[in-house]
């Protein structure tokens, strides 16, 4: 019997349906790092903890979406043109890179800045993907809070970005599995 195809809406529902917590997670997880490297290692160490880490924030997450019941690399389930989708903005936030860099290479202190702002873009997407604000909320905030922080703690750049974007997603975690879905 032929599988019949389902509609973008049916996609997007099912999309939503899920609970969306392993890359917040290792998102969290690895920003932490961040941070505590700022606060223990020499500023060199503390760039490449960021570099490494934000780079890593994807494969960490596929990890944990086996213990979250997510899965991402579930071969069984159906295919998903929101799964793509998001692929998608996970690639343009890995190419913002080439902002970053050329940035960090003038003033090494820009690149919690730059990294921190320009990985959380792809927040905005998901927010209208799954029909809630959480992501609005996220990316919003999250760079808001950025370039205040970034201006007000200037030798704290690489420390108190990092817990920010923690905070940030410990809310968005806390948010995530509360939200109502729009079915």
Do not use: C
């Amino acid at each position: 019997m032929e599988q019949l195809e389902r509609t973008l809406e049916e996609q997007r529902k099912e999309f939503m349906g899920s609970k969306f917590l392993a890359t917040p997670l290792a998102g969290m997880i690895v920003w932490s790092i961040i941070g505590l490297a700022g606060i223990f290692l020499p500023i060199t160490a503390a760039v490449w903890v960021l570099f490494i880490g934000t780079g890593s924030i994807v494969y960490l997450g596929l990890f944990i979406s086996k213990f979250t019941g997510e899965n991402f690399l579930d071969k069984t389930k159906p295919k998903n043109t929101f799964d793509s989708l998001f692929m998608f903005t996970v690639a343009q936030a890995a190419m913002v890179y080439a902002i970053a860099i050329p940035f960090f290479i003038i003033d090494y202190s820009s690149l919690p800045l730059s990294v921190g702002i320009l990985t959380g873009l792809m927040w905005i997407p998901f927010s209208w993907i799954i029909s809630h604000w959480v992501g609005l909320f996220h990316g919003i905030t999250r760079t808001i809070t950025i370039v205040l922080l970034w201006y007000v703690f200037p030798e704290l750049r690489f420390v108190a970005i990092p817990f920010a974007i923690v905070l940030i997603y410990l809310i968005t975690i806390i948010i995530l599995p509360n939200r109502k879905i729009a079915i």
